[in-house]
């Protein structure tokens, strides 16, 4: 129980704390997240908070302003199939909003396109991300408060490829 407390205290103050060097990742340390030397941490990253120690960043990485780094997506008792290690191996550079998903291990040297949801592994030394975001669709009926969402989708029309 009085770990448990640690942890979620040590996780919340590690959000918000200056020093991405120093100060939040010795609290993630303290929570059981295995890290390298020299890593920044930025401030409001979350690092999974029922199993830190299932997370393991390597040497001179980087974790971008407001990623969000789980090893389980469960809720009540444990459920292994939806539990597993993230490994973020050494120089790797995650980019500010990016989501990094349990079963993962994003090779040496690699770097994660801000906003990008990493679900798979990524090799060594590979520039990681969707696309440049793009056109879906044209908007017919504005999604405001005087329409509602069902009248938005069917007012979408889809864009011709060239």
Known sequence: MLKSLVNRISQKIAYIAPGGYT??????R??????????WISQFVHIDELHPEAVEIGDNCTIGFRTSIFSH????PRR?????KV??????????H??????????????IKGGTVVDC???PYTFWGLPGAAALAK?????????SYEEFIYGLRPLREK
């Open 23 to 28: 100060l939040r990742v010795w609290l993630q």
């Open 30 to 39: 303290i929570r059981g997240v295995r890290i390298g030397k020299n890593v």
């Open 73 to 76: 997506l469960y809720w009540g």
């Open 80 to 84: 292994n199939s939806e539990f597993g």
């Open 87 to 96: 490994v973020i191996e050494k120089d790797v550079y995650i980019g500010p």
């Open 98 to 111: 990016s989501l990094i998903l349990p079963n993962t291990r994003i090779g040496e040297g690699s770097v």
């Open 121 to 123: 592994n990524v090799p």
């Open 139 to 147: 908007v017919t009926v504005p999604l405001t408060p005087k329409s």
